[in-house]
């Protein structure tokens, strides 16, 4: 059965801390690795992942993927109260995203 | 302003009836899909859809229908057959057909069965 594990499920740091989300996948005909923002509304686009070992950055917020132990991080630097949500990752075959169950993090001033 | 529309935001219904949420989008997207999501639960798959006029069920497809017979809209029908219909829904499109890609979301029905 195709599965996505995220950890931790939640994480409390402080402001300027440095975060790293975990997520591991088993998924046949595996495609690509996703990870959303969640805020209280609908998910937002983070980062799609295809390729091992290619970091993709946006801001303070990076993101790799291993293909070979199945797993991706999401680096999140220098972290800020604004970045309290819940950060999804999602793996992709041909057909369908499987959906990991989120970490719910905290950033406390 | 291309996007996503959902409506409506919040809805209650009584236990019994049937409701249907609205989702819309002008993003030219072929591919559709339907979630549910529940506290500590993750996203679900309702239904989705590859193409207009075809649809294929999900992991939680029972009491629920839905319909796509033009590009830009997939509504999804809550029939009184589902047990616990109290929820968060999420409409999302993506783009080529044939696999998920970047998915894009609207804001939510959130719908509660009093």
């Known amino acids: 059965e195709d599965k996505v594990v995220q950890s931790p499920l939640s994480l409390v740091v402080h402001e300027g801390d440095t975060v790293t989300l975990n997520c591991s996948y088993e998924?046949?005909?595996?495609?690509?690795l996703l990870w959303y923002k969640q805020e209280k509304k609908a998910p937002t686009f983070l980062f799609m992942l295809?390729?091992s070992g290619i970091e993709k950055k946006s801001g303070r917020l990076s993101s790799i993927l291993d293909k070979k132990e199945l797993f991706s991080i999401l680096n999140i630097t220098a972290t800020q109260t604004g970045d309290s949500a819940v950060y999804l990752c999602?793996?992709?075959?041909?057909?369908?995203?499987?959906w990991g169950l989120g970490t719910s993090l905290a950033v406390n001033p | 302003d291309g996007g996503i529309t959902q409506s409506p935001k919040y809805l209650f219904r009584k236990e019994g009836q049937n409701v249907t949420l609205s989702c819309e989008q002008n993003?030219?997207?072929?591919?559709m899909y339907w979630y549910r999501q529940d506290p500590g639960q993750g996203l679900r798959l309702i239904y989705y859809?590859?193409?207009?006029?075809?649809?294929q069920k999900g992991d939680i497809a029972e009491g629920y229908s839905v319909s796509r017979e033009k590009k830009e809209s997939f509504p999804l029908t809550v029939t009184s057959a589902q047990k616990n219909p109290t929820a968060f829904y999420l409409c999302?499109?993506?783009?080529?057909?044939?696999?998920?890609?970047?998915?894009?979301f609207g804001p939510g029905t959130r719908l509660t069965v009093l």
């Open positions: 993003l030219n997207h072929d591919a």
């Open positions: 295809t390729s």
């Open positions: 859809s590859q193409i207009v006029n075809d649809f």
């Open positions: 999602a793996a992709g075959n041909n057909r369908k995203l499987i």
């Open positions: 998924v046949t005909n595996f495609r690509s």
């Open positions: 999302a499109s993506s783009d080529p057909p044939g696999g998920p890609d970047t998915q894009y």
